[in-house]
């Protein structure tokens, strides 16, 4: 059934009537399954405790009373399958004209813009984890239900990814967390916080968290047997030249624990000098200078010390790129249709942080 809006050069949306009422019938969009299917195994009778241990967010007979109705959501949250966008470009629009009403939110972009696949690419992962973790941090309540859904499906993907190919666990592992203490603070304040959908889900949602991280915990690295060439096979000025290129310092301490050539590597004095010297400026090493015993900058320390102080650059394979001609979000090897003369002017990388900021009003 074709639907026209007030609009009338809109062409209209085919909608589908379900059982939970009109949904836009959108082809060739495979539903995306719940992000709590591994909780099937899992005992719901568990007491939930903040940061400190002697403090519990629910008495036992809450979580009794809990459990009762939680089996019962959760199997309708598996059911209730619902279809997402998977669109690689959409229009930023924040305030209403003849042609478009309404504006786009930050759940709309969320949910339209196709996160889902760019988590298998390897140069998008970053930047897709790096999002949802900021969104965790700050924004989580802003998302519509139907983005909370996406948010917790796309992460279930993510998880999965890790555990199979073991590609970055230590940032799934800080998303986990920021992502647990936020939803520990939103259902110790429930009744205050502005949290969509029934508090059993929440508490699932959080059970799921608290067994991926338990999971990520035990994850062990199949060692590889390889007769060819390694990585410890190679001069010293090319392993040198591999360190030199990480962004990172806690990639260059893991890399050093391999074998004690790449450990000796690692503590270069001068490595550690141009990390400090890529990430942050002049004046702020002044604030926080940190001397050795021989009296030598310790570079290893500071750049430490002045991560906990101020953010470091950011480094992402490909990011969502923003025309600012066509107010046009998209990735960037996608090809949008800009009207500009030059399009190359118009764009501009847009960062997870950016990505939030634009849905700002």
Known sequence: MPFLGQDWRSPGWRWVKTEDGWKRFEPFRPALQDGNSQLNGISHAVILTGDDEDEEIYTPEDCEFAAKKRKKDHCRNNTDAQCFYRENWIYVHKESTRERHGYCTLGEAFNRLDFSSAIQDIRRFNYVVKLLQLIAKSQ?????????????NILDKIVRKVMEDHYNPRLIKDLLQDLSSTLRMLIRGVGKSVLIGNINIWIC????????????????????VNNGLTLSDLPLHMLSNILHRFSDGWDIITLGQVTPTLYMLSEDRQ???KLCQYHFAEKQFCRHLILSEKGHIDWK??????????????????????CRHCSILFWKDTGHPCTASDPDTCLMPVSPQHFIDLFKF
Do not use: V
């Open 205 to 224: 949602r959080l059970e799921t968290i608290l067994l991926w991280q338990q999971q990520l915990k035990n994850l062990q690295m199949n060692k590889q």
């Open 271 to 273: 490595l550690w000098k």
């Open 301 to 322: 320390l500071m750049y430490f010390a002045l991560q906990k102080c101020y953010p470091i650059k950011e480094q992402y394979g490909d990011t969502l790129h923003f």
């Open 140 to 152: 989580l309540t802003s998302l519509s239900g139907a983005a909370q859904k996406n948010y917790f």
